[in-house]
């Protein structure tokens, strides 16, 4: 495929077929529903962080540049919503025995050992892009790219401010092939490569799933330590967000050893 500046196209949804979540609203905070599409519209309600079962009536419209669907008010009638800040709903259940979701970690896979940026972007979700996340200290750093810029990612030179960790040798200022794609090969070569669903048991942090994710399911990617140093252990955290029910990477979050 070509790629050029990616503008997802609008879903095609009809009334009520499946419930949505919140997503990419910081814990705490709440989604404001408005009488009309647009923000200049009058706000009558709000939904928060992590609402589940949001309904859309298949109404929708385009305000500015801005998508915004129409979904039932859990107060009464109706509002609107900027369509960026829902998500297809799936229950953990559901999404742990989706078959397409391990092909999707396999393909994810095979695209980062062989550098191949156009099959990594085809696996990115047309929606929201992929948030990747190397280091959770010191106040996490988290860039979004979107298919474009994703199927350039193996070739991009752009100096990125990851972050650092203790105890690692995370470079602050330094290119995806350089610093991101290392470490997620070291997970994906790793001959004792665990993989779990919805699992934060391995990542070393109390609360390593960030609240704006609270409706996306995930893939714990766990190598373990080398018995004897054992503190050289990585976790990947694989989001997978649907997009008219087909599976789609959203969110890779690298979890390591610290002192």
Request: aromatic share 12%; proline share 8%; charged share 10%.
């Amino acid at each position: 495929s070509t790629f050029g500046w990616y503008y997802p196209p609008t879903p095609t949804v009809s009334a009520n077929i499946e419930p949505y979540g919140v997503f990419g609203v910081a814990g705490n905070g709440t989604l404001d529903l408005h009488s009309g599409a647009g923000p200049d519209t009058p706000v009558i309600a709000t939904l928060p962080y992590n609402a589940a079962n949001v309904m859309r009536t298949g109404a929708e419209t385009v305000a500015g540049s801005t998508t915004w669907w129409e979904v039932q008010n859990p107060g009464g009638g109706t509002g609107w919503s900027n369509a960026y800040y829902l998500v297809e709903a799936i229950t953990p259940g559901a999404f742990c025995a989706d078959p397409r979701v391990n092909t999707l970690l396999a393909d994810l896979g095979a695209a980062l050992k062989t550098g191949n940026g156009a099959n990594f972007a085809s696996l990115v979700s047309p929606r929201h892009g992929v948030d990747i996340r190397l280091s959770s200290f010191a106040g996490p750093r988290t860039f979004n790219f979107n298919r474009f810029s994703a199927a350039n990612l193996f070739n991009d030179s752009t100096l990125y401010e990851w972050g650092s960790a203790p105890c690692s040798d995370q470079i602050p200022g330094s290119t995806f092939s350089g610093e991101v794609l290392p470490k997620m090969l070291d997970v994906f070569n790793s001959a004792g490569l665990q993989t779990s669903c919805n699992d934060v048991s391995k990542t070393g942090e109390s609360a390593p799933w960030p609240a704006e994710y609270g409706n996306i399911q995930f893939y714990a990617l766990y190598k373990p330590g080398t018995p004897g140093t054992e503190v050289d252990w990585r976790t990947i955290l694989v989001g997978v967000e649907y997009v008219n029910g087909q599976p789609y990477i959203v969110a890779l979050l690298n979890f390591q050893w610290k002192c």
